[in-house]
T-cell receptor, first 114, second 117 residues
Framework: AQSVTQPDIHITVSEGASLELRCNYS??????LFWYVQSPGQGLQLLLK??????LVQGIKGFEAEFKRSQSSFNLRKPSVHWSDAAEYFC????????????FGAGTILRVKS | DTGVSQDPRHKITKRGQNVTFRCDPI?????LYWYRQTLGQGPEFLTY????????KSRLLSDRFSAERPKGSFSTLEIQRTEQGDSAMYLC???????????????FGDGTRLSIL
């Protein structure tokens, strides 16, 4: 079975500061990994995905994430946060053998202070 | 690409009533997933379809829940005899799976917020 841990429930950063959101997963093989963002009352928007290959993946809105197999991690980063990045961020894992259904972490709420 | 569409966006109903939600996936997508999200939690998988075939149901999906995708296009999720604990956001997602089973990312709709009075 797969599982995802997002250890930080809330994170507050200043506008313009760098950001790193942590994600650890549990799965025996190499999973598919995703980061989604959700604004209040809305659905989830895909930020980026890792399937295979280069372990540093680029996404939309200036986000990137790095897959580290040895640490079972897929942390999300952004060099300079904008006020519009305030939202909830979800890390998710999927595997073909499980029908590609997504298993999500509990999410991290990002607050941006001006 | 018109995106995944869900209807209604909000549903308020009394306990014990039946409700039905609809999801229209991205037109060329053959996979359709339903998830449930409660406050402060990540979405949890409920069920998924490959074309019109329902391939898996979570144990979260009690016998009061039923989902269909009759023509392999839109899908409905029905909850019978609603309970307080059914209050949640119900999310639909779709994706394209090729013959090799390779994974394409799921695209989500804006969800249906269900409130049980």
């Amino acid at each position: 079975a797969q599982s995802v841990t997002q250890p930080d429930i809330h994170i507050t950063v200043s506008e313009g500061a760098s950001l790193e959101l942590r994600c650890n997963y549990s799965y025996g093989a190499t999973p598919y990994l995703f980061w989604y963002v959700q604004s209040p009352g809305q659905g989830l928007q895909l930020l980026l995905k890792y399937f295979s290959g280069d372990t540093l993946v680029q996404g939309i809105k200036g986000f990137e994430a790095e897959f580290k197999r040895s640490q079972s991690s897929f942390n999300l980063r952004k060099p300079s946060v904008h006020w519009s990045d305030a939202a909830e961020y979800f890390c998710a894992v999927a595997a073909m053998e499980y029908g590609n259904k997504l298993v999500f972490g509990a999410g991290t709420i990002l607050r941006v202070k001006s | 690409d018109t995106g995944v569409s869900q209807d209604p966006r909000h549903k308020i109903t009394k306990r014990g009533q039946n409700v039905t939600f609809r999801c229209d996936p991205i037109s060329e997508h053959n996979r359709l997933y339903w998830y449930r999200q409660t406050l402060g939690q990540g979405p949890e998988f409920l069920t998924y379809f490959q074309n019109e075939a329902q391939l898996e149901k979570s144990r979260l999906l009690s016998d009061r829940f039923s989902a269909e995708r009759p023509k392999g296009s839109f899908s409905t999720l029905e909850i019978q005899r609603t309970e307080q604990g059914d209050s949640a956001m119900y999310l639909c997602a779709s994706s394209l799976v090729t013959g090799t089973g390779s994974n394409q990312p799921q695209h989500f709709g804006d969800g249906t917020r269900l409130s049980i009075l």
